[in-house]
């Protein structure tokens, strides 16, 4: 499974950016895809997560803010960021779970750079 995520970019604080994470290669089975994030000197964080379902998972952090969706047919998953917040700079991380009956894999893309200014 291969992973290109798009998207980031500068904006200012309360404004909006919009995140893409197209999944390619071995799709099938992919069972979960999301944003993780990091900062320089700390642990990736989750951010959001959408299973195949399209059950969500928001950090407490950006719940209300940020809004995550996918798009099965293009197995494409996007991460709607409003309401920035300078504390959101961060290199953003698409990710993939799969489950292949009972065999998981864990997939990340390139990253992608957020920079809030205040």
């Known amino acids: 499974v291969q992973l290109q995520a798009s998207g980031g970019g500068l904006a200012q604080a309360r404004r909006s950016l919009q995140l893409t994470c197209a999944a390619s290669?071995?799709?099938?089975?992919?069972?979960?895809m999301g944003w993780y994030r990091q900062t320089p000197g700390n642990q990736r964080e989750l951010v959001a997560t959408?299973?195949?379902?399209?059950?969500?998972n928001y950090a407490d952090s950006v719940k209300g803010r940020f809004t995550i969706s996918r798009d099965g047919a293009k197995n494409t998953v996007y991460l709607q960021m409003n309401s920035l917040k300078p504390e959101d700079t961060a290199v953003y991380y698409c990710?993939?779970?799969?489950?292949?009956?009972?065999?998981?894999?864990?997939?990340w893309g390139q990253g992608t750079q957020v920079t809030v200014s205040s």
């Open positions: 990710n993939a779970f799969q489950d292949i009956l009972g065999t998981t894999r864990t997939y």
């Open positions: 959408i299973t195949y379902s399209g059950r969500t």
């Open positions: 290669g071995s799709v099938a089975f992919i069972d979960s």
